[in-house]
């Protein structure tokens, strides 16, 4: 997470600032040179800037909407009638302005994103809400003249999957036709999987049996990355305008062998490797469970994380290349941190 004295809002550093237009779009160019902008010139920069967060009352979108107005910035978080008093007055502590509004209603939800240099959803849902919800969120932005968009991907590299290999990933590039489509620039940030899942809905480690279990290929190397970090790394990005359609970060990357070998130097007690199967033999336990619980309003079903599992074993939707170094002020958490400080999905 950035910190205070090492975000870009808080140290006075030897710049100048450029305008150069490129395709129509006016973006800064920083250069190093003997002349000091002080710190409330550069903070005045970021409160100029509102962001409209969708999913504010989430972990994510609360966590992304935190660090914006940790960095400075003003921030309009969209909330449905029924959303519960406590999750909206946690916002209101922390500075957001609370906008209500139907995603039905294109007038009030167009209202609630006017005056917004970025848009960001980190809406979690079935069909109903990435795809008809972004859409209706998309459709907002683009007619309130909103210059950029950052949609609820935040996940592996699905878009090198073919569809079928996992439901929610196939709703996230349905809605990537869409976004592609519209007048309005788009940054997708892929993080590989939340690193706290490991403990949770994803058990890749069994800690009561020390094993570490895996499928197919114990060196698979693949991609996590906490939900603070994701939300660190989109906040920034959110206030970057001149983002390219795709970031890509992973927090830590590591194999089921390395989680065997990380998680017996944690616990001090040896952790040996599992294999359940092959991959198609993940694939027929993934059609088996889905017919007998097929969960379909569910959004985390538990066929669900057996096909996040299959993906991440494949190795297709691995991250290449990485913007970790994008912003330089971020520091990323390695699961070594998280498997010492026990922390798990509740």
Not at 142 to 160: E, H, L, M, W
Not at 247 to 255: E, H, M, P, Q, S
Not at 275 to 281: I, N, Q, S, W, Y
Not at 291 to 317: A, L
Request: charged share 25%; aromatic share 8%; hydrophobic share 40%.
């Amino acid at each position: 997470m950035p910190s205070s004295k090492s975000s870009p809002a808080a140290i006075a550093q030897p710049i100048i600032y450029l305008e150069i237009d490129v395709h129509k779009e006016s973006i800064i160019v920083v250069v190093r040179v003997l002349t000091y902008t002080s710190r409330s010139t550069l903070g005045a920069r970021v409160a100029e800037k509102v962001i409209v967060v969708a999913g504010a009352t989430g972990r994510l979108g609360g966590r992304i909407s935190r660090v914006l107005r940790d960095r400075g910035a003003r921030v309009r978080a969209i909330v449905r009638a029924d959303t519960t008093r406590g999750s909206v007055g946690e916002l209101r502590r922390i500075g957001v302005t609370v906008a209500e509004a139907d995603y039905r209603d294109a007038d009030r939800l167009t209202h609630a994103c006017e005056g917004a240099s970025c848009v960001v959803s980190a809406l979690a849902g079935t069909r109903d809400a990435i795809v008809d919800a972004q859409t209706a969120l998309l459709d907002a932005a683009v007619a309130a003249g909103v210059p950029r968009f950052i949609p609820s991907d935040f996940a592996i590299d699905f878009y090198k999957m073919p569809d079928g290999y996992n439901r929610n990933l196939d709703y996230r590039r349905e809605f990537s036709i869409r976004l592609d489509a519209a007048p309005i620039a788009a940054t997708s940030i892929l993080c590989g999987m939340f690193m706290e899942l490991l403990t949770g809905q994803a058990p890749f480690i069994l800690f009561r049996f020390r094993r570490v279990v895996y499928w197919e290929n114990a060196d698979q190397a693949m991609d996590f990355t906490t939900i603070d970090d994701a939300a660190a790394y989109t906040a920034a990005a959110a206030l970057d305008r001149t983002t390219p359609r795709f970031l890509r970060v992973a927090g830590d990357i590591t194999t089921a062998r390395g989680l065997a070998e990380t998680a017996s130097r944690v616990t001090g007690e040896r952790f040996t490797l599992l294999r359940a199967g092959g991959l198609r033999r993940l694939e027929r336990l993934i059609r088996v469970t889905r017919f007998f619980s097929p969960g379909k309003d569910d959004v985390y079903p538990p066929w669900q994380g057996m096909q996040y599992m299959h993906n991440m074993f494949d190795g297709r939707p691995k991250l290449k290349p990485l913007d970790n170094d994008r912003y330089p002020d971020l520091r990323w958490t390695s699961i070594r941190d998280v498997l010492s400080s026990g922390r798990g999905v509740p």
